[in-house]
């Protein structure tokens, strides 16, 4: 989305951002701004409802879990079903989520609505929405412009996150101008969550036809198999290792270890979202001049290094700017990942493959924060960020070991 002079005029979006892509933008945007501030507030709601860490963890766990197996679902099905009803489906799933935290209040139940529902506890996109949003934005765009396109989906999804972390502070501000209680606060806040998923119906409902009739026939795997499974079986590693620390977590790490209100820690992780923004439209430059798999590397294996040495500095301004490093250097990869996956596949599979290895992230990186629970119950001295920084830094050895040699998609993909 990097503003770009054409014919006079400055434009936001980049080249090729077609009708359709346009509305899965808009969707992802409004997703992403409801799982800023959710991300946010599930720890200190549940924390003021009287859970403990490692209860949180497990919640986020189940989450987890449950956008995987749906995930899983999804890809299985996608080769019969039309992408858009799919779409559609999830946002009343969306909306169910958000009518159950508001109305229920103990632990079990909301640990069911959790697993059925899409809430997420990170502000990157792990639900199953991802999988059809990214073959369709695959499909309706031209190869030359994919990474860029896929850039713009990244930007988009983190500049909203920011700025729906900046809104976590709101339930405060409410206790300030109206007689609330914190709890009523916090669950004000899964109303707007409602109604975000009430908008996101509307928007992809209404999606142009043209999005179906253009679609290739898609099909389970096939010729790409290997390749997909290799590649899911490695983000599996890396979301594993990320699990330690979801947003959530990270939140909760610096609640337990500084004491931060949530207006601070709101501000924090927006300015954090606006860093990792910034990086996606590097991204998308970086990767033609290095090519995709180095892109990913070569931004990551820094970043994980600020995060393992976060636990080992004593003030609150030092471990700032470590994390505000990591945002800017650790999402470079994510728009390279996604257009690396479409590229090695052929156009049927895109959508398998999408949900292929969606599913072994979504399930690797639900195991993690039930473990970073139980850590953090012990001590707040950050094992979590440390096993996780490591366990990434693994990942990025192992891919670019097995893929540095493969050509570059730029190179090879136009069929």
């Known amino acids: 989305m990097t503003a770009l002079p054409i014919a006079g005029r400055w434009r936001l979006l980049p080249e090729g951002v077609t009708p359709v892509a346009r509305r899965l933008l808009w969707g992802r945007g409004l997703r992403a701004f409801s799982d800023g501030f959710v991300s946010l507030l599930l720890p200190a709601y549940l924390t003021v409802l009287g859970f403990t860490p490692l209860q949180v963890g497990v919640l986020a766990t189940a989450t987890l879990v449950g956008s995987a197996s749906l995930t899983l679902a999804v890809g ?86 920011a700025v729906g972390s900046l ?27 409602t109604l975000l998923g009430l908008a996101t119906y509307f928007l992809y409902r ?42 959530s977590m990270l939140a909760l790490w610096f609640y337990e270890r500084f004491q931060l209100s949530l207006a601070a820690t709101a501000a924090i992780f927006f300015w954090a979202g606006v860093l990792s923004s910034i990086s996606y439209i590097v991204a998308a430059r970086l990767a033609k001049r290095i090519g995709l798999v180095n892109t990913m590397v070569f931004t990551h294996l820094p970043s994980n290094l600020c995060l393992i040495l976060m636990p080992f500095v004593p003030a609150l301004w030092q471990a700032l700017a470590l994390l505000m490093v990591r945002f800017a250097l650790s999402q470079m990869d994510v728009p390279a990942r996604s257009s690396y996956v479409m590229a090695v596949v052929t156009p049927p599979e895109r959508a398998a493959a ?33 096993i996780g920084g490591a366990l990434k830094s ?22």
């Open 76 to 161: 299985l099905v996608a080769h019969r079903f039309g992408r858009q009803h799919l779409l559609v489906a999830a946002t009343l799933l969306m909306i169910a989520t958000g009518i159950g935290f508001l109305l229920e209040e103990r632990y079990w139940p909301l640990l069911v609505i959790a697993f059925l529902g899409t809430l997420n506890p990170s502000a990157g996109d792990v639900s199953v929405f991802l999988p059809l949003e990214q073959a369709m934005l695959a499909e309706v765009t031209a190869d030359r412009h994919r990474t860029a396109v896929f850039a713009a989906y990244s930007l988009v999804g983190s500049l909203l996150a």
């Open 394 to 415: 693994v990942y990025d050895v192992l891919l670019l070991l097995m893929f540095r040699s493969v050509r570059p998609p730029e190179e090879g993909e136009r069929r």
């Open 206 to 247: 209404r999606m142009p036809p043209i999005a179906e009739h253009r679609e290739t026939p898609q099909q389970p795997l096939g010729p790409s198999k290997r390749r997909v499974l290799t590649l899911a079986g490695l983000f599996g590693i890396d979301a594993f290792g990320g699990g330690f620390f979801v947003q």
């Open 167 to 193: 809104a976590a502070g709101l339930p405060e501000l409410l206790q300030q101008l109206l007689p609330l209680s914190l709890t009523l606060a916090l669950q004000s806040m899964f109303a707007v969550y």
């Open 354 to 386: 999408a949900s292929v290895t969606a599913v072994p992230r979504s399930l690797a990186a639900a195991v993690s924060p039930s473990i970073a629970g139980y850590l953090l119950g012990l001590s707040s001295f950050g094992w979590p960020l440390i």
